[in-house]
């Protein structure tokens, strides 16, 4: 089956560095894509990967690996208005999206 | 620019009731979508499109109906709503014409069924 694995929640302080990663097995890959939630609200994207490597989005960074079917989000210099749920979503071999259900990100003073 | 609004926000069914959800894009794009978002799970894909007049079936589909007679919009229906479908509803569309197809999600219908 199609599988999506992210952490629940993580926690980290203001200020620092925090690395939300995402693995994942699914029928093909056209790509893998990274979406922020804010309680009750909806998701908004923040990143595609298609290709290995690392892309760069201001202090926001994704980096992909196909070949270990793994992924991360890389989120520098934390604010609070980062907390959030973050969605891994991978696009399978029919265009479809499978989603992962998300980390809950919670920044501390 | 409203992007893609959903109505209502919140709503509450007693079980066999019918409803429509409302879903408006002004964004032109040919794709759109209904998830349901239940904790502790992944957003599930309901039903989709990839333009007017054409309607295709996701992972969850049971219980729900679409229609796609104009590009702007996508309504949802439940037929006899069950407690089983209590959730959050999200409409999302794309511009299918990128390979990335970015999704655009509305703000979301908070549905209780009784």
Not at chain 2, 26 to 53: C, F, K, T
Request: charged fraction near 15%.
């Amino acid at each position: 089956g199609q599988n999506i694995d992210q952490p629940t929640e993580m926690t980290a302080t203001e200020g620092a560095i925090v690395q939300v990663n995402c693995t994942y097995q699914t029928s093909g890959f056209n790509g893998l894509f990274w979406y922020q939630q804010h309680a009750g609200e909806a998701p908004t994207f923040l990143s595609y990967n298609v290709l290995d490597g690392l892309e760069e989005k201001g202090r926001f960074s994704s980096f992909l690996s196909r070949s270990k079917g793994y992924s991360y989000l890389l989120l520098k210099e934390l604010q609070m208005k980062d907390s959030a749920s973050y969605l891994c979503a991978v696009m399978d071999s029919n265009y479809q999206l499978i989603w992962g259900a998300g980390t809950k990100l919670i920044i501390k003073p | 620019n409203a992007g893609v609004t959903q109505t209502p926000k919140f709503q509450v069914l007693k079980t066999g009731q019918s409803m429509t959800l409302q879903c408006a894009q002004d964004m032109n794009h040919e794709y759109m979508s209904w998830y349901r978002q239940d904790p502790g799970m992944g957003l599930r894909l309901i039903h989709y499109s990839v333009g007017a007049g054409i309607t295709d079936q996701g992972e969850v589909p049971n219980g729900y109906n679409v229609s796609r007679s104009t590009t702007e919009d996508f309504p949802l229906r439940l037929l006899s709503a069950a407690p089983s479908q209590t959730s959050v509803y999200f409409c999302a569309s794309g511009d299918g014409r990128s390979g990335a197809n970015v999704l655009t999600f509305g703000a979301g219908s908070r549905l209780t069924v009784l």
